[in-house]
Nanobody
Framework: QILLVETGGGTVQPGGSQVLSCETS????????IGWFRQPPGKEREFVAA????????????AVKDRFHISKDDAPDTAVNTVWLQMHSLKPEDTAVYYC????????????????WGQGAQVTVSS
């Protein structure tokens, strides 16, 4: 079983920064990629960023690639691994529930490729 837990959500002013953490645990040896997705109010879930666990291959959505940064720790698979999403220059349109997810495949934007999801963390960008 794989467990993902997001922390770090909250309310931030436009132009501000926020860091989300995704703690992963369980049978992680077959997991290739950790991704971040978000679901804005009334909209479909969309890809944000993804990072491969071994090669550190990274993908970003065009809407965030110059403002968000994804990174991971180097803890062994048997420990709790953490993936961070640093968000800068936040805009009201970044308001969403942010989810981290695990995939057996290399980094991909397709939500269907991810097999396990966290519970989500609300990020609200508002003055």
């Amino acid at each position: 079983q794989i467990l993902l837990v997001e922390t770090g959500g909250g309310t931030v002013q436009p132009g501000g920064s926020q860091v989300l953490s995704c703690e992963t645990s369980g049978h992680m040896s077959r997991i290739s990629t950790i991704g971040w997705f978000r679901q804005p109010p009334g909209k479909e879930r969309e890809f944000v960023a993804a990072i491969s666990r071994k090669e550190a291959i990274i993908k970003y959505a065009d809407a965030v690639k110059d403002r968000f940064h994804i990174s991971k720790d180097d803890a062994p698979d048997t420990a709790v691994n953490t993936v961070w999403l640093q968000m800068h220059s936040l805009k009201p349109e970044d308001t969403a529930v942010y989810y981290c997810a695990a995939s057996f495949l290399p980094p991909t934007e397709s939500a269907d490729s991810y097999v396990t999801w966290g519970q989500g963390a609300q990020v609200t960008v508002s003055s």
